[in-house]
């Protein structure tokens, strides 16, 4: 069974920096393409980021050229930096592993929330 833990949420000014983490417990994990959903209050998920062990990667525009999203298969993490963060960027951030077709395995963790206000 796959488990996702996510770490590195918080509190950052307008402007600010973090870095998220998402550890992967469980078999193979390189045969699923990871990535980061995020969840406003009120509000649907939504697709920020994902990356195929190819390298493909594909962002959410609102989030390009900002955040940047990198996996290390040899130690089952996916990782999304996150530069000049804007208040519209609040939410709770879920790490997601999933395969193609989604009935062979579709994974998320518990969430990290994330806060950007002055």
């Known amino acids: 069974q796959v488990q996702l833990v996510e770490s590195g949420g918080g509190l950052v000014q307008p402007g600010g920096s973090l870095r998220l983490s998402c550890a992967f417990s469980g078999s193979f994990f390189s045969i699923y393409v990871t990535g980061w959903y995020r969840q406003a209050p009120g509000k649907q998920r939504e697709l920020v980021a994902t990356i195929a062990t190819s390298d493909t990667i594909n962002y959410a525009d609102s989030v390009k050229g900002r955040f940047t999203i990198s996996r290390d298969n040899a130690k089952n993490t996916v990782s999304l930096e996150m530069n000049s963060l804007k208040p519209e960027d609040t939410g709770a951030y879920y790490c997601?592993?999933?395969?193609?077709?989604?009935?062979?395995?579709?994974?998320w963790g518990q969430g990290t929330q994330v806060t950007v206000s002055s």
């Open positions: 997601n592993a999933r395969r193609f077709p989604k009935s062979l395995g579709d994974y």
